[in-house]
């Protein structure tokens, strides 16, 4: 049995959880403006209010991205602090591949998601079940539809994810009904799959660290 903390970055919120093992204790959501000042006291009550302390967590899991910058550099920070004060491993975790894990059509459609990056980009991430590739980048939204068009003429594709929903009009232009978009449409990963995904690392003996870097997708510019 493992103690967890689980800290997921939504976009619009910051997730924190206590877990036993994928069994979620206790949670709380943040507004992403308040993150930074509100992260460490919203830990430490999740654990107080649960009579644990630091000591007691075997392992930090979080959503390394992409995601905002800044909400996702102050979840980054605020980890990678705890884990030097406290030796507590961290697992980092890719945000669009549980995703894509998380939301595998039955059918077994190819699954395309779309994660906003701002200013007409996405970050994407591209899962053919048939093969189990998958591949992920960052790049304008007309470039990667066309990227998704020139790999599966004809294919049903479902499109899932904040990029899909902020793309929606372009991506039914591009696809028509070859594009299949569920409804609700699931934005991020939910919490529970940052969680599940982190302990299939731990079981896995992947990603332990003790200190994490943001996953940003985009080329350096020189």
Aim: net charge negative.
């Amino acid at each position: 049995m493992s103690l967890v903390i689980c800290i997921h970055n939504t976009y619009n919120s910051v997730e924190s959880a206590l877990a036993c093992d994928n069994a979620i204790l206790a949670s709380c959501s943040l507004a992403k403006e308040v993150a930074s000042a509100h992260l460490i006291p919203t830990i430490d009550a999740l654990l107080t209010t649960n009579k644990y302390t630091l000591g007691d967590v075997n392992y930090i899991i979080v959503n390394q991205g992409p995601a905002p910058f800044t909400t996702l550099r102050t979840v980054i920070v605020t980890v990678n602090g705890i884990a030097f004060a406290q030796k507590i491993p961290l697992v980092g975790v890719d945000a669009l591949e549980a995703f894509m894990q998380e939301y595998q059509h039955k059918s077994s459609l190819k699954t395309v998601v779309l994660l906003n990056a701002f200013n007409r980009a996405v970050y994407y991430g591209i899962h053919d079940p048939s093969t189990e590739s998958i591949q992920k980048g960052y790049a304008p939204i007309e470039e990667c539809l066309e990227k998704v068009h020139s790999m599966y003429l004809d294919t049903p594709i479902q499109f899932i994810g904040n990029g899909t929903d902020l793309y929606r009009s372009e991506i039914k232009s591009s696809f028509a009904s070859q594009a299949h978009i569920p409804e609700p449409l699931p934005l991020t990963a939910s919490l529970e799959q940052i969680l599940y995904t982190g302990n299939m690392h731990v079981k896995n003996g992947l990603g332990i660290t003790h200190f994490i870097e943001p996953l940003y997708l985009k080329k350096p510019i020189a």
